[in-house]
Structures are given as C-alpha cells and as structure tokens.
C-alpha cells in the first residue's frame, strides 16, 4: 500500500441553517514524498460470504421517485433510507418489497444538488454531495421538512467524491475518492475521512492504494467508487464502483482482502450498498430509463475466493 503525504489544508465551515454557509478556504501548501509499504495479502475475504452469482439475489423494482437512487444506509435500528441524485429528499424504504415507508425533505422541498451519498450515527444523518460538501440533519416525519447544517471542507478540490460511510469506531465519516483531481492522488483508490466531532477532513487520506495493485489482482488498473460502508461487525471496508461493475473489500491498513465482478445484466449501474441486521448485504441500482432496484444477498456460509 502506498501512503500519500499529509495534504496541509485550512478548512471553513458553512453552519446555517438553513444554508446560510461561510465559504471553505482551502489550499493545499505543500506535499511530501510518499512512501511505499508492501500489500499484505489475506486469504479469507468478507465477500466469501454472498453468492454474486447471476441467479442469486431477492431483487425488488423501486418506486417511480427512485429510479435514480444514489445511496443506501441504515440506522442502528436497522431501518433502511436511500435518497436520489438530484434533490435532498430522504425516502425510507421496505428492504423485503422495495416500498416506500415515508419521505421527508431536506431543506424546503429538498434542496437541489447533485447528492452522492448518505449515512447515518445515531441520530446523525448526512448526504454529500460530488464536490465534498456534506449536510447534516436530523430525521424527519412523513412529509416533514427539516432544518440542516452544510460543512464545506473543498473536498471538491481533491476530488469527484462519490459514496459516504460512518466509521463509529474511528467516529469519523468517510469519502471515496471517484475521480482524482490532484496529480498527487491519481493512480490511486483513495478514502478520505472527516471527523464527527469536529467535522474537518484528516489532512491524511484514510486508504491510498496504487491502482496497479488492483490490476495483479485481476480488476483492471481502474476503479471509481460509486459506494462505501463498514461493515458493523468485521469493520472491512466494501466498495462498490458501477463503472468497473466490481466490489472490493479492504482493511483500514489498506490490505485488498477481496473482489467480486459483478454482472452488468443483474447490476446495470450500481450506486447504494448497506448491510442490514441479518447480515443480508443490499445494493441499489438507478433504473436507466426504468425502476431502480434494490437486490439483497444474504449471508452464507463458505464461498470461493478471487473473482467468479
């Protein structure tokens, strides 16, 4: 694994509510040399666990208002909520049929933005957006509109971002890196982290992984994350990019643990991954022209290694 410098920023904070927000300075002043460790490999993998094969997996059409749904996550009651790309509109859905169970907005009828990613602590719930910006709030009623707070790190600096996850151990957000924006951070699959506490960004990136490392592994030399989430037990990192129609899980010390291709035929476009109570792991692909669909894998025991 290769471990990029610390990225030496200054962060602002935009803390209206609702969006009244001070705009981020935010610059980089200096990057260091890198430095090189050797990737570790492990035999047992996290993804060992579900059948990714083309007849596998309960899938379920969702409603009309998520035909591009762009994120997935659950709360610690292990409900399930999913939002779309284009407004912070928040929609809790039935994991076993696809319903709809309740929306509310963010902001007065969901502020428009391009949304990417959502997660919830506790009673904390985030979305974030391509260029990094990051909205908290708290949950809503059917039909409610509720107040938010927006943290503008320049994460849009860095990079596309695409995908958010909660870290509770670490008590920290994290954030993939889709498209890099700095030459410093290309060649690399990337996982930034921000603090829960004190809302800015860890000046060093969480995972940098030479993407060659993905290509020996026989993925390609290329991955876009399109979705993160930890999960709750063995704390693996599982990604998922809709581009490369493939998963990857890791280790918070940036060891590759496992891969699973996906077929593009049962997952056109990927975009949500969560894990529900029993274990099931879900994704949710937007519908490119139809329904969207969640698909749930559940756990099994056993199951081969490397790509199917």
Do not use: W
């Not at 963010?106 to 979305?127: H, M, N, Q, Y």
């Not at 891969?259 to 879900?282: C, T, V, Y």
Request: proline share 6%; aromatic share 6%.
């Amino acid at each position: 694994m290769s471990r990029l410098p610390p990225l030496t920023l200054r962060f602002g904070v935009a803390t209206g509510l609702p969006r009244s927000s001070r705009a981020a300075v935010f610059g980089f002043l200096s990057l260091l040399a890198t430095t090189s460790t050797a990737l570790a490999q492990s035999g047992t993998s996290l993804l060992d666990s579900y059948d990714f094969s083309p007849d596998a997996g309960i899938e379920e059409k969702l409603p009309n208002v998520l035909a591009e749904v762009s994120g997935l996550a659950t709360t610690p009651d292990g409900r399930l909520f999913a939002h779309n790309d284009e407004r912070a509109t928040i929609f809790e859905v039935d994991p076993a049929s696809g319903e709809l169970i309740k929306a509310f907005s963010v902001g007065l009828t969901g502020i428009p933005g391009d949304f990417e990613g959502i997660a919830i602590s506790g009673e904390r719930f985030f979305l974030s957006t391509s260029d990094g910006q990051i909205l908290e709030f708290r949950e809503g009623t059917a039909g409610s509109t509720v107040r938010y707070r927006a943290y503008d790190l320049g994460l849009g600096n860095l990079c596309e971002m695409e995908g958010l996850a909660v870290d509770e151990v670490g008590d920290a957000l994290l954030l993939p890196c889709k498209t890099p924006r700095r030459k410093d951070l290309k060649d690399h699959l990337v996982v930034l982290s921000v603090s829960l506490t004190s809302m800015k960004l860890d000046p060093r990136p969480l995972i940098a992984i030479p993407l060659e490392d993905l290509d020996v592994r026989g993925l390609g030399d290329k991955f876009h994350p399109s979705s993160i989430e930890v999960h709750p037990q063995s704390r693996s990192l599982i990604l998922v990019a809709a581009r490369e129609e493939a998963l990857v899980e890791l280790s918070f010390s940036g060891e590759i643990l496992g891969l699973r291709e996906l077929k593009r035929k049962k997952h056109p476009q990927p975009e949500g991954l969560a894990f529900l109570p029993d274990g099931s792991l879900i994704l949710a692909d937007e519908g490119q022209g139809k329904k969207g669909t969640l698909t749930r894998y559940a756990r099994i025991n056993g199951g081969g290694g490397g790509i199917p």
